[in-house]
């Protein structure tokens, strides 16, 4: 089959591989008629997540036809045509009990955090979605049926960033009527963080990039007032003095792939920084006194200069990490 697969840094190549295979009672084969392609797959592709093996399929948002199913498969049956969530979650750990897919016990044998599709053997070492046809694991929990009259761009987006947007803003970020929100990040993400603010009664919503076509398309939506952080030496500051001491709640879709100075370049290139920490420095400086700011963005595992400070002495409350979805 063909496959868009991982081969170093900047180096991602449209493949022949060979078709993925049941390896486990519970696995099910899925013929993808959808996939999309992730913020968070850049980061792979920049190199700054590690343990990716060259060859690694990507991709964590796709959806297609049951094409094959081991035999302890219960709830789908071939011809079902299913959306994949991106955790792998075996359904049965206290973490899958408690709704907290995306932190699974089981489906990762290389460490602590759960199973992810195309992300590596940090997350687990499953071959992703952006492929003809892709291996589920724990095919009775993960894959979901969805109705035959709703076409697959009305519904891919739940495998990923519908529900992680959701997540960030609603449940992680807690918004609630008549917040002022920030968002940094106006790409896909951060657009559904945006509307989902709106829907959740936030008075004032602002949006923050660099990129105009993205802050034009973000100041067409309701509610938003758009900032391009070049414009300004402080963009943190700035935002709290146009909020007379700082947002309620401010979603951080950015991540590590911030723009980065010239020593987070350096250093992430020695791998002593997992990118940059402008966004979250930023985060920290446009939040008021006890507001949240809610992380949607990948962070790596090593960052210098943290402002660990800012975040205690103002009562900022910090939530991150991967929706259960």
């Known amino acids: 089959m063909k496959a868009i697969t991982y081969n170093g840094m900047q180096d991602v190549r449209v493949e022949k591989v060979e078709d993925p295979k049941i390896q ?8 993808v008629t ?4 992730c913020g968070s797959d850049l980061h792979i592709f920049r190199g700054t997540v590690p343990k990716v ?11 297609g036809i049951v094409e094959e199913t081991g035999k302890d498969i219960a709830e789908l049956k071939k011809g079902d045509r299913v959306i994949v ?3 792998v979650s075996c359904g049965h750990c206290w973490y899958c009990e408690h709704d907290l897919w995306s932190l699974c016990d089981n489906s990762n044998p290389n460490g602590e955090v759960g199973g992810l599709f195309g992300y590596g053997d940090l997350y687990g070492g499953y071959d992703g979605g952006q492929a003809e046809y892709m291996r589920v694991p724990y095919g009775n929990v993960g894959p979901k049926v969805v109705p035959e009259e709703l076409a697959d761009e009305q ?5 990923d960033i519908l529900p992680t947007s959701y997540w960030g803003t ?3 970020g807690g918004v609630k009527p008549d917040d002022t929100v920030v968002v940094l990040g106006c790409g896909p993400v951060g657009l559904l963080c945006m509307k989902w603010a709106a829907f959740g ?10 990129i105009p076509y993205r802050l034009k398309h973000a100041a067409g939506y309701d509610r938003v007032e758009t900032i391009n952080f070049d414009d300004y030496d402080n963009t943190g500051e700035y935002i709290k003095q146009i909020t007379h001491g700082g947002a309620d709640v401010v979603v951080d879709c950015v991540g590590m792939d911030g723009k980065r100075s010239a020593l987070e370049t350096a250093e992430t290139l020695l791998k002593i920084q997992g990118g940059s920490k402008s966004a979250i420095e930023m985060s920290s400086q446009a939040v008021r006194k006890g507001g949240t700011v809610s992380i949607v ?3 790596g595992a090593r960052y210098n200069m943290f402002p660990f400070g800012d975040f205690f002495s103002r009562g900022i409350t910090l939530k991150m990490g991967q929706c259960p979805a």
Do not use: C, W
């Open 24 to 31: 486990k009672p519970d696995d099910v084969i899925i013929k």
């Open 34 to 37: 959808s996939t999309a392609i």
């Open 53 to 63: 093996a060259r060859g690694t399929v990507l991709g964590h948002e796709a959806m």
């Open 85 to 87: 969530p991106f955790p």
């Open 155 to 159: 519904v891919l987006f739940l495998t």
């Open 170 to 172: 609603l449940v992680q």
């Open 201 to 210: 009664g936030a008075s004032r919503i602002i949006a923050v990039d660099n």
């Open 297 to 299: 963005g990948v962070y």
